[in-house]
Nanobody, 120 residues
Framework: QVQLVESGGGLVQAGGSLRLSCAAS????????MGWFRQAPGKERERVAAISWTGSTTVYADSVKGRFTISKDNAKNTWYLQMNSLKPEDTAVYYC?????????????WGQGTQVTVSS
């Protein structure tokens, strides 16, 4: 059974940093593309960042480029989202996902979500 478990969310002031983690079990970690989505109240779900299964390709939403960094650690079956210079508009529930390619990560496995709240 595949499980993705996020951690690291919380409350932070604008300008601060958080690192989200997603621990995976039940899948061959190194063979999956991984990503992070977020959804704020009243807004559509947005893909924030994704990384290919090789780790050689990363993509970011324009809204987070230069501030967020996605990475993965195959040895720990975990991937991360380092979020710096956080803004109130980054407030959302963040979900980690895993799929066969960057383009299909939203059709694969999902975590339960972790709340990130950025105060102004």
């Amino acid at each position: 059974q595949v499980q993705l478990v996020e951690s690291g969310g919380g409350l932070v002031q604008a300008g601060g940093s958080l690192r989200l983690s997603c621990a995976a079990s039940g899948l061959t970690f190194s063979m999956y593309a991984m990503g992070w989505f977020r959804q704020a109240p009243g807004k559509e779900r947005e893909r924030v960042a994704a990384i290919s299964w090789t780790g050689s390709t990363t993509v970011y939403a324009d809204s987070v480029k230069g501030r967020f960094t996605i990475s993965k650690d195959n040895a720990k079956n975990t991937w991360y989202l380092q979020m710096n210079s956080l803004k109130p508009e980054d407030t959302a529930v963040y979900y980690c996902t895993a799929g066969s390619t960057i383009g299909t990560i939203n059709h694969g496995y999902w975590g339960q979500g972790t709340q990130v709240t950025v105060s102004s």
